[in-house]
């Protein structure tokens, strides 16, 4: 059964895949004549929604089957909450689509979809029973409706990112269009790191070390990449493997960040790649390619993904989240790094919406405070899960 879930998992990757090649096509392909002669929109784009549809529902069935093979909600560690992350976001996608019928979504959201699985393939993916502190209900309660709402809120991103790809003028040398860049930059990064990790599992790179943790008790650590930081007084016991070049203090988790500065060196060389090779932005390449999307559409479409994302993170990541922590750490709050990002990030959705009802905030104003929400988001997944220490470090 958990092969099965793999293959539909693939499956999955790759309907995707031609979905965004669909909707990459329908949106800079040819448009067809309708019957009067008059320019049409082609027909790509409601064939990758059927595409998209199709993924999904192998999604379902890896997420089934995956189930029914550990026999607990399949979100319990890294793969399997990024998994889910990015299958929420293709449903939250699905819904809006089937409302707005933009195709440029498709071509932005699918691939960020895409990337969001690939991140989670680097992490183990064997099913394991779950540890004590995981084994209840609010397990799925908590940690699916937590994703449920990340992935609404995500496709405010995408929209936010369209809305600034198709105004910004990238002929200027100015700190929108750097900040502009340095987003796509953080994307590639990620691209970066399934590349490299990948790379070194072929070769079976493996470092092992003995370290003091956070409790102050010796244990071991074992790097899959070679290790540019090393852990607190860290010893290491494989022989012929590099030095470390840093000690990281014990809160920090050395391997994860390590793999954070590798994943950042190998964005930074495609990054200049992709520069050399465009001899302009990576924005300003991608802006020619958006110049019949109407503005105020995409802007409309962030405004409501956050208006139904931010309920269902708030219900999912503060109160269920606080419910299953009085049940098992017998206190609603205790200011681990996981809850005070979550804290963050409902706050600034928070602020988002007020802006953007009372203070007039649309545009691009709001379209930037829904690149920095998701910023928010991938913080915390990536930095706040992996790399500091705390009680969600299971994870």
Known sequence: MEAISGNFLLITFFMYLLATICFTVSVTGRKWRDQQGEMTGNRWGPFGFIVTIIGFIFALGYFV????????????????????????????FIILYAIYKTNVLGMFTMPIVMLIIAFASVFPSEVEPLIPALQSNWLKIHVTTTALGQGIL?????????????TLDFTKRDKKVFWLEFIMYSLISIIGFVFVRYIFSMFQYQAEFKYVNETGNEAEMTYNLPPLLGPNEGEILTSGAMEPLISMPAW?????ANAVIWSLG???????LLRLLFRKPVGGKIQPLLKGINPDTVDEVSYRAIAIGFPVFALGGLIFAMIWAQIAWTRFWGWDPKEV?????????????HL?????????????LCVIGFVIIMFNLIFVNLVIAGLHSYA
């Open 65 to 92: 089957t995956r189930w029914i093979a550990s026999g607990h909600a399949p979100v319990s560690n890294m793969f399997e909450y990024t998994t889910f992350l990015g299958i929420a976001l293709s449903l939250a």
């Open 154 to 166: 995500s496709i405010g991103f995408a929209a936010g990112l369209i809305y600034l790809v198709r």
């Open 252 to 256: 920090l988790r050395s391997d994860d």
């Open 266 to 272: 190998a964005g930074l060389i495609l990054y200049l």
């Open 341 to 353: 990002w979550a804290l963050i990030t409902f706050l600034f959705y928070a602020a988002y919406l």
């Open 356 to 368: 953007r009802l009372s203070q007039g905030w649309h545009g691009e104003r709001s379209a930037w």
